[in-house]
């Protein structure tokens, strides 16, 4: 009876530890919250010290919840796209069919490098439906990017609506497993992928990255998530926000990276 009782304490003495050392990774950053506040917007910001393996969020239950990925789903669908040779490189053409798009900049012919870029979503769709659910699904178990509901019926949109699901945490480990070439897919493709997520660089840093926005009941939600690497240390970054009644909508889209840079400025 004694030596049960005394299992019992080390099993939830080691679970008490590790739960402990878990919350020491966890660092909650007031500033972060101040950037969130003075933007009009509700949400969470979530960065990653890859060299002191520590997050830093203004709030970790809205990081850890799981939403839509929305076109962050196009990191992950570019790499299956590629690695099926459903398109060559990133210099793959999409002919426009003439057909009237959502925005003015996906009504013309795109190579995958600027699909990317502009995010549309018509080549994405094309992409998707080209990959199929069998190759789709198999990938995606590969990559295990997040918990994606993938069917013959939502191939196209499971990404913008349905069931689908990420969250912040998700999206900086698959992040993080790209970079350190750990998702088991091609140097070619990893390289292609870099490239296509390359947003800009100067004397300090490269930053790379995906936003992403869902439309439900005509509520939005805003993604940006990516990675900022220099010669001394790598950050990434999950950003999740959404509008409220103090938000300007037509600036909305903007906010995503200008909340995500202010925060990076913190990383010192």
């Keep these: 009876m004694k030596i049960k009782i005394l299992n019992i304490i080390l099993i939830v003495s080691i679970l008490v530890s590790c739960n402990e050392k878990a919350k ?5 950053k007031p500033e972060f919250q101040s950037i969130i506040d003075s933007s009009n917007v509700d949400g969470s910001i979530l960065i990653y010290n890859l060299h002191k393996d520590l997050f830093y969020s203004n709030n970790f239950d809205w990081a850890k919840t799981g939403r839509l990925p929305a076109s962050t789903f196009k990191i992950p669908n570019s790499i299956i796209a590629l690695e099926t040779k459903v ?3 990133d210099s793959t053409l999409f002919k426009w069919n003439g057909e009237k798009r959502a925005y003015k900049i996906w009504e013309q012919d795109l190579i995958l490098r600027n699909a990317f870029q502009y995010s549309c979503v018509p080549c994405y769709q094309e992409i998707a439906n ?3 659910e069998k190759r789709m699904n198999k990938y995606l178990k590969k990559l295990q ?3 994606m509901n993938v069917t013959s019926k939502n191939l196209d949109i499971f990404w913008l609506e349905g069931k689908s699901r990420i969250n ?16 088991k897919i091609s140097k070619r493709t990893e390289e292609i992928l870099k490239r296509i997520s390359f947003i800009e660089e100067n004397e300090r840093y490269k930053l790379y990255g995906k936003t992403g926005l869902s439309v439900r009941n005509g509520n939005h939600n805003g993604w940006f998530v990516g990675y900022r ?12 926000i959404e509008p409220n009644e103090n ?14 840079l202010k925060a990076l400025e913190f990383m010192k």
Excluded: H, M, W
């Design 229 to 240: 690497k220099s010669k001394n240390n790598t950050y990434f970054f999950a950003i999740n």
């Design 87 to 89: 398109v060559e490189n």
């Design 145 to 147: 990017f997040g918990d």
């Design 130 to 132: 080209k990959i199929g």
């Design 168 to 183: 912040q945490f998700q999206q900086i480990d698959f992040l993080k497993r790209f970079v350190n070439s750990e998702l």
């Design 24 to 28: 020491t990774k966890e660092i909650l």
């Design 247 to 260: 938000t300007n909508k037509e600036l909305f889209p903007k906010l995503r990276k200008e909340i995500t």
